[in-house]
Each structure stands twice: as C-alpha cells, then as structure tokens.
C-alpha cells in the first residue's frame, strides 16, 4: 500500500508562486509514475504535470508549461509541483498520485493524496 500526503496549498495574487510537496510512504515507487491533477468546482479532474521516479522524465499539460516544474527527491521520497506566475485559472484542488504508467488520464493513477487547495486571486 501508499500513502501519499500533498502541502503547501494556499491563496496567493495573481502572477504569485506556490510549491506543492507529495510526501510519499509504503511500497517502493521506484517503478511508479508520480503525477499531479487538479480540479475546479464543477470541472472534471484533469492532468497538470507527472514524473517518472526512476530517471526523472517529466510530462507536462500544455496549459502550464513554462509556469510549473516538477521535481523529485528521492532521499525524501518526495515530489514537488513548483507553481509559477500563477493564473486565477490555475484555482483548484490539486492531487498527487502514483500509477503504473505514463498517462494523462486519472483513472489509471492507482494511489491518491486527499488533495491540497490552491486560490489564485485576481
């Protein structure tokens, strides 16, 4: 089993930065793609960014590419969303989750976090 535990959610202006952590515990990721999504009231949940844990390969949505990193320690088993220049757009719950393979859809992540809220104001 794993647990997955997402901080540094918060409200910040518009054009502001945020970092968001994914602590992760239990069986080894090694194999795992680490992947963050979000979701708006009323919107489907959607892919923002993943990252294979061995190699470090990263995936990014369209929608905030040149705006956000991924990143990950592996000493501290930990992947980071570096949020930049952030959008009122970007408001949602963000998710961290682990899945066997590279995808953009959220039915193939297998793990989840309980989700962190970030509000970018305008």
Do not use: H
């Not at 080894?28 to 979000?38: P, Q």
């Not at 979701?39 to 294979?52: D, S, T």
């Not at 190699?55 to 990014?60: D, E, H, P, S």
Request: charged share 15%; hydrophobic share 30%.
């Amino acid at each position: 089993q794993v647990q997955l535990v997402e901080s540094g959610g918060g409200l910040v202006q518009a054009g502001g930065s945020l970092r968001l952590s994914c602590e992760a515990s239990g069986r080894t990721l090694s194999n795992y793609i680490m992947g963050w999504f979000r979701q708006a009231p009323g919107k489907e949940r959607e892919f923002v960014a993943a990252i294979r844990w061995s190699g470090g390969t990263t995936y990014y949505a369209d929608s905030v590419k040149g705006r956000f990193t991924i990143s990950r320690d592996n000493s501290k088993n930990t992947v980071y969303l570096q949020m930049n220049n952030l959008k009122p757009e970007d408001t949602a719950l963000y998710y961290c989750a682990a899945g066997p393979v590279t995808t953009v859809s959220p039915t193939v992540y297998k793990y989840w976090g309980q989700g962190t809220q970030v509000t970018a104001s305008s």
